[in-house]
């Protein structure tokens, strides 16, 4: 199982690449609204999400989490005590969480990127304390994947799909979606 957290503000592109490309790979991907199932993004679309936090079971089927970025939605992501409670679940079992924009900051906040690599929305790197910046569209650093911002999102949601599946599904769905090989 991979939940996606949405909350009111979140990135649109950020959330639904992922999701779309993970689908894609055959993974089971759940979008789950933080506060209510109805979420409104940072541009004004409003989604229902496959589940409300309540319907999250924390179990050995739990493959991933991803934190997409947007404003006002990291900042309600953050606030969520679920979505730390989900976060501490896989920090201590070392379940991927992968956060893209202004997310891998909830991460930073938390020192879950001491000492890593990582990467998020430039203007952000004093939020990922303890974190080795490096200026790359997604960068993974053990369990942890971290991506700039929208302009990322599909290579972030291939290198997802790289991860949980094999390199060979990564480059059959890039040539299905005409992604570029090199960016």
Known sequence: MIYVFLANGF????????????????????????????ITSSHGITIKA???????????????????????????????????????FCSERKIYIAAICAAP???????????????????????????????????????MITAQGAGAAIQFGLKLVEILTNPEKAHKIRASICYPEQI
């Open 105 to 143: 900051s909830i991460l930073g906040h938390k020192g879950l990127l001491d000492g890593r690599e990582a990467i998020a929305y430039p203007g952000f790197e004093a939020e990922l304390t303890g974190a080795v910046i490096r200026n790359q569209p997604v960068v993974q650093s053990d369990y």
């Open 11 to 38: 990135e649109e592109v950020e959330a639904l690449a992922p999701v779309d490309l993970l689908r894609r790979a055959g993974k089971n991907v759940k979008t789950v609204g933080i506060g209510s199932r109805e």
């Open 50 to 88: 496959d589940l409300a936090e309540s319907d999250i079971v924390l179990g050995n089927d739990l493959e991933m989490i991803i934190l997409p970025g947007g404003m006002p939605g990291t900042l309600n992501l953050e606030k969520s005590g679920t979505v730390q409670t989900v976060i501490d």
